[in-house]
Structures are given as structure tokens and as C-alpha cells.
């Protein structure tokens, strides 16, 4: 395993907002996207935290596929819908505004939708509900992503790892927060067992002779790179144990992501032009809010939602197993237990080094440098 460090939140913090203003991002967007970024480390969701920092946006502003300064366009708008374009802009701040918008037509209406095109990755889906939870409002969101998960019965990397999420208020110290690829695994999960040197989950990866990829994650992602693996969708390969539900729930949110914004879908989204040169991913997304006080109240829905959630904690547990858990308590105790900062792997301490000397950032020290 990779050796980590902890870096406390301020320090981290103040550096990526620093980096991401370096790269050119006004400093109130860089501000939203060190939220949402650091906001899935806090959660224990490595996959898009810090180790996404350089490779998923630092380095694609350089290459001149995002843009650093996000210009958003409302395409159309009613009271309760709106269609935005991204033009190529921060994810996270696209994804912010558009979930802000619908929260605020959900207060007004009772409900509200946005949806984008022409945007990049956005960070944890569940940063976005958690903005509707607070609200008062139940929450929901996906995106569609770069073509790597098959369809069942398929081999091919036909559409993206699609997140579908939901968020519903409840009585707890912590909402009910339900953030999950409609793949097994998501691409983000095999770069960080490549980071830390674990293999790949046996099951999760599908090669183009129909066989299932284990072994080195490292190898894994380049087969998925190059197109000859895909990533399996929840249930597994085949149908024995309910692969076509995953494939189902995926395209519902390849609809969802593209139909009503008239926006790119599956192949158009490998970040490829005709010619094999790098381009926009010209991502879509979509967010719904729902506004509990539209209906019986947000207090009755927060005590309901709560009495249900644990229900499903107190119920009878399988032999051996500890506790039941549901959605958004494994993030919040994880939250409780990294008060003290980021642990930070050493693969992304190099990055933070080269990019801090990159761009003069010298008031940074970190503690892998004692």
C-alpha cells in the first residue's frame, strides 16, 4: 500500500483554491470547485478527491479541452425547467448553479429541473443533492460520462459509468444520501487501486473475449483505455445476477443526460474527434429538486424519512455483521473521523509538489517534506 499523509483542511483547501486561481479560474469559481472537490474526500470517497485534482482538470485546462473560465448559457427557461450550455466550463461550477436554479424553482413550484450540455466532469453527484437536502428539498442528479461500461451481453465500452443519486432529508444528524455509479465500479476506483497498488475487484471489468479482467489495475485501465476491456454495470456480466437492471438504470440516465438538452451521448463522449485528437467531453447532466413544504411539510418528511432509515438500521442483522447501514452514515462518520485533515497518497503528493512549484506557490509546505 502507498504511504499517505494527512494535510489539515485549511491548508489544503487554501492550496487548490490557489492552484485552481493559478490556472486561471476566478477565484469565487476555484472557491466551489475546491468545495466540491474536497467535500468527497471528507465523505472517504478517494476517487474524487484530491487524486482527480491535477489529471481531471488541472491538466485538461492545459490541454486546452476546459475551460477555465465557465461562461454559462441558459438556453431556455420556464418556471419550473431549465436548459443550460456549459461551453466546456468547470463542472462544479455548472453543476452548482444548475442545482441552485432548481432549488430555487422547486421553493417557488414546488419542483424543478435543470439540465446541461457541453460540460465536464462535475465531481461526487452527491455534493448536488446534499445543496437540495439542506433545502428542505429531496434531491436528485447524474450525469453521463466517457464511454467505458458495456452494455449486457456486450463487450464494447458503449456509454459512461453514469451515476444516478438522491438525496432525501431526514431527522438525523445526517441526511439519507444515495451516490453510486450504474457500473460496479467507476473509473475514478480503478485509477486510485492503480495509485495505491491494489488490484481490481474480480467481476468488475469485462475484456473483448467476453472473459473478466483481474490482476494489476494499472494494466486493467489501459485495456479500458485502448477499448479492449469495459467496465461491467451493476449485477455483474450477464444476467444471472441482474446486469440488465444496471444497464437499464444507465441508459435512463443517458436519457436523462442527453434528450432534453439535445446534447452528446455515448461514443461522442470519449474526448476523441474524428481524427483521434483530444477535444471537449461535452458531458451532460441533470438536477431535480423537490420541495417538501410544496407537499405535507419539511418537518413531517424529515421525521418520516428519519423513522424509515432507522428502521432499516434496527432490523434484524445477517450473522457476523456488525451493523446496517444507510446511505450517507458510512460518509458522515468518515466525516467525523478525518477532523484533522486529507490523508494524501504519495503518487498525489508528487503532483501537489509539481504543481505548487509550477506556479510559485512557496507559502505551501506540506508535511511529507519534514
Same mark, same amino acid.
Given at each position: 500500500?502507498?504511504?499517505?499523509?494527512?494535510?489539515? +483542511?485549511? /491548508?489544503?483547501? *487554501?492550496?487548490?483554491?490557489?492552484?485552481?486561481?493559478?490556472?486561471?479560474?476566478?477565484?469565487?469559481?476555484?472557491?466551489?470547485?475546491?468545495?466540491?472537490?474536497?467535500?468527497?474526500?471528507?465523505?472517504?470517497?478517494?476517487?474524487?478527491?484530491? *487524486?482527480?485534482?491535477?489529471?481531471?482538470?488541472?491538466?485538461?485546462?492545459?490541454?486546452?479541452?476546459?475551460?477555465?473560465?465557465?461562461?454559462?448559457?441558459?438556453?431556455?427557461?420556464?418556471?419550473?425547467?431549465?436548459?443550460?450550455?456549459?461551453?466546456?466550463?468547470?463542472?462544479?461550477?455548472?453543476?452548482?448553479?444548475?442545482?441552485?436554479?432548481?432549488?430555487?424553482?422547486?421553493?417557488?413550484?414546488?419542483?424543478?429541473?435543470?439540465?446541461?450540455?457541453?460540460?465536464?466532469?462535475?465531481?461526487?453527484?452527491?455534493?448536488?443533492?446534499?445543496?437540495? /437536502?439542506?433545502?428542505?428539498?429531496?434531491?436528485?442528479? !447524474?450525469?453521463?460520462?466517457? %464511454?467505458?461500461?458495456?452494455?449486457?451481453?456486450?463487450?464494447?465500452?458503449?456509454?459512461?459509468?453514469? %451515476?444516478?443519486?438522491?438525496?432525501?432529508?431526514?431527522?438525523?444528524?445526517?441526511?439519507?444520501?444515495?451516490?453510486?455509479?450504474?457500473?460496479?465500479?467507476?473509473?475514478?476506483?480503478?485509477?486510485?487501486?492503480?495509485?495505491?497498488?491494489?488490484?481490481?475487484?474480480?467481476?468488475?471489468?469485462?475484456?473483448?473475449?467476453?472473459?473478466?479482467?483481474?490482476?494489476?489495475?494499472?494494466?486493467?485501465?489501459?485495456?479500458?483505455?485502448?477499448?479492449?476491456?469495459?467496465?461491467?454495470?451493476?449485477?455483474?456480466?450477464?444476467?444471472?445476477?441482474?446486469?440488465?437492471?444496471?444497464? !437499464?438504470?444507465?441508459?435512463?440516465?443517458?436519457?436523462?443526460?442527453?434528450?432534453?438538452?439535445?446534447?452528446?451521448?455515448?461514443?461522442?463522449?470519449?474526448?476523441?474527434?474524428? *481524427?483521434?485528437?483530444?477535444?471537449?467531453?461535452?458531458?451532460?447532466? +441533470?438536477?431535480?429538486?423537490?420541495?417538501?413544504?410544496?407537499?405535507?411539510?419539511? #418537518?413531517?418528511?424529515?421525521?418520516?424519512?428519519?423513522?424509515?432509515?432507522?428502521?432499516?438500521?434496527?432490523?434484524?442483522?445477517?450473522?457476523?455483521?456488525?451493523?446496517?447501514?444507510?446511505?450517507?452514515?458510512? #460518509?458522515?462518520?468518515?466525516?467525523?473521523?478525518?477532523?484533522?485533515?486529507?490523508?494524501?497518497?504519495?503518487?498525489?503528493?508528487? #503532483?501537489?509538489?509539481?504543481?505548487?512549484? #509550477?506556479?510559485?506557490?512557496?507559502?505551501?509546505?506540506?508535511? +511529507?517534506?519534514?
Amino acid at each position: 500500500m502507498a504511504k499517505t499523509n494527512i494535510v489539515d +483542511w485549511k /491548508t489544503i483547501t *487554501n492550496f487548490v483554491i490557489d492552484a485552481f486561481v493559478g490556472y486561471g479560474i476566478p477565484r469565487e469559481d476555484a472557491e466551489i470547485c475546491a468545495d466540491v472537490l474536497l467535500e468527497s474526500d471528507k465523505r472517504g470517497i478517494e476517487s474524487h478527491g484530491v *487524486n482527480r485534482f491535477k489529471p481531471v482538470y488541472l491538466d485538461r485546462i492545459k490541454a486546452g479541452i476546459q475551460n477555465a473560465v465557465t461562461e454559462i448559457e441558459i438556453v431556455k427557461e420556464t418556471p419550473t425547467t431549465a436548459v443550460i450550455d456549459g461551453h466546456h466550463g468547470m463542472g462544479q461550477v455548472i453543476g452548482h448553479k444548475a442545482m441552485s436554479m432548481a432549488i430555487a424553482k422547486a421553493k417557488e413550484y414546488g419542483m424543478g429541473m435543470v439540465v446541461v450540455r457541453n460540460s465536464c466532469h462535475y465531481g461526487i453527484a452527491g455534493y448536488y443533492t446534499s445543496m437540495a /437536502t439542506k433545502a428542505g428539498c429531496i434531491g436528485m442528479t !447524474g450525469t453521463n460520462a466517457r %464511454p467505458s461500461v458495456a452494455p449486457t451481453h456486450g463487450v464494447e465500452g458503449m456509454f459512461g459509468t453514469n %451515476p444516478f443519486t438522491i438525496g432525501v432529508p431526514t431527522d438525523d444528524p445526517f441526511d439519507f444520501n444515495f451516490d453510486c455509479a450504474t457500473s460496479i465500479t467507476q473509473n475514478g476506483k480503478v485509477e486510485y487501486y492503480e495509485r495505491i497498488g491494489e488490484d481490481v475487484h474480480p467481476g468488475t471489468i469485462i475484456a473483448d473475449d467476453g472473459s473478466a479482467v483481474e490482476g494489476d489495475a494499472g494494466v486493467a485501465l489501459k485495456k479500458i483505455r485502448n477499448g479492449t476491456a469495459a467496465l461491467t454495470t451493476l449485477g455483474g456480466i450477464g444476467e444471472d445476477l441482474g446486469g440488465y437492471k444496471g444497464y !437499464g438504470f444507465a441508459l435512463a440516465v443517458e436519457f436523462f443526460s442527453s434528450i432534453l438538452q439535445d446534447g452528446a451521448y455515448g461514443k461522442a463522449l470519449d474526448g476523441k474527434d474524428e *481524427n483521434g485528437n483530444i477535444r471537449p467531453y461535452q458531458l451532460g447532466h +441533470w438536477f431535480i429538486a423537490i420541495d417538501t413544504d410544496h407537499f405535507m411539510g419539511e #418537518e413531517i418528511a424529515r421525521k418520516k424519512a428519519g423513522e424509515i432509515t432507522r428502521s432499516m438500521r434496527a432490523s434484524k442483522k445477517a450473522p457476523g455483521a456488525e451493523r446496517i447501514y444507510t446511505a450517507g452514515e458510512k #460518509e458522515y462518520e468518515i466525516r467525523l473521523a478525518r477532523e484533522s485533515g486529507v490523508p494524501i497518497n504519495e503518487s498525489v503528493q508528487k #503532483e501537489i509538489i509539481a504543481v505548487r512549484d #509550477e506556479l510559485g506557490l512557496t507559502q505551501y509546505k506540506f508535511p +511529507w517534506e519534514d
